[in-house]
C-alpha cells in the first residue's frame, strides 16, 4: 500500500500544500502502526506509444531474428544487461543465502530515459552481434523532449491552480544533461541525439 501526494523542494526544504498533507495524515490514520519508507523523486513523463512501438516493433524482432530468442526472452536478456538489479536472497535469520542479478523494469523508464536505453541497445547490437537496428523516427529525440516540457509544463500548471487555494510553491524541474554522440564504427554512419546523422568522418 503506497500514499503519493505532490510536493515541491525549495531552498532544500520539502513543501506540502496543505490540503495535500491533509490528505496524507487521513490516509495514514488506517494504516498499521510499523515502519514505513519515505521515497521522493521527480516527476517525469512516461515513454511514447510511438516509442514503445518502435521498441518491440523494430529493436526487439532485429534481436529476435538474430538470436532466436524469443521477444520476451530477449526482452528480458536487453533488461538484465542494460537496467540490472541487483538481489540478496536471505534466510529468516539474515543469513545471505545468495545474490542475483535481475532485469529491473522499463515501464518505469521516463521519455529520454528510454531513448536512451533503446540508444545502448542499438550500440551494443551493432557492436557485439554485428546487427544494426534501424533507427528510430530521426524526430524521436525531439519528440521525447517536447513530451518532457509538455509534462513539466502541465505540472506547474496544476501547482499554479493548488498554490491560488493553498500557498503551494510551483514545481521546478532541474535540467538534464546530454550524452555525446554514438560511433556505429569506422567508415559508418554517426547518429547524433537529436536524430540527424551524418558521415563518420564529418565534422
Do not use: C
Request: avoid cysteine; hydrophobic fraction near 35%; proline fraction near 6%.
Amino acid at each position: 500500500m503506497t500514499a503519493t501526494v505532490p510536493a515541491t523542494i525549495v531552498h532544500g526544504k520539502l513543501h506540502v500544500g496543505p490540503s495535500h498533507r491533509t490528505a496524507l495524515q487521513e490516509t495514514l490514520l488506517v494504516w498499521s502502526d510499523g515502519p514505513v519508507t519515505v521515497t521522493v523523486e521527480r516527476p517525469q513523463a512516461t515513454r511514447s506509444v510511438q516509442a514503445n512501438g518502435y521498441y518491440w516493433g523494430v529493436a526487439i524482432p532485429a534481436l529476435t531474428d538474430h538470436t532466436g530468442y524469443t521477444p520476451d526472452e530477449m526482452h528480458d536478456v536487453l533488461k538484465a544487461k542494460f537496467l540490472p538489479k541487483a538481489l540478496a536472497l536471505k534466510k529468516a535469520n539474515g543469513k545471505l543465502v545468495g545474490e542475483f542479478v535481475i532485469g529491473g523494469s522499463t515501464a518505469k523508464l521516463g521519455t529520454l530515459e528510454f531513448y536512451d536505453y533503446v540508444e545502448q541497445i542499438r550500440q551494443w547490437a551493432f557492436e557485439e552481434l554485428d546487427v544494426d537496428i534501424p533507427p528510430p523516427d530521426p524526430e524521436w529525440r525531439e519528440h521525447a523532449e517536447q513530451e518532457r516540457r509538455d509534462h513539466v509544463h502541465r505540472q506547474q500548471a496544476g501547482q499554479r491552480a493548488v498554490q491560488g487555494r493553498d500557498g503551494d510553491v510551483p514545481r521546478v524541474e532541474a535540467g538534464r544533461g546530454r550524452r555525446g554522440p554514438r560511433r556505429l564504427g569506422d567508415g559508418g554512419v554517426e547518429s547524433t541525439l537529436d536524430g540527424s546523422e551524418r558521415g563518420a568522418g564529418e565534422g
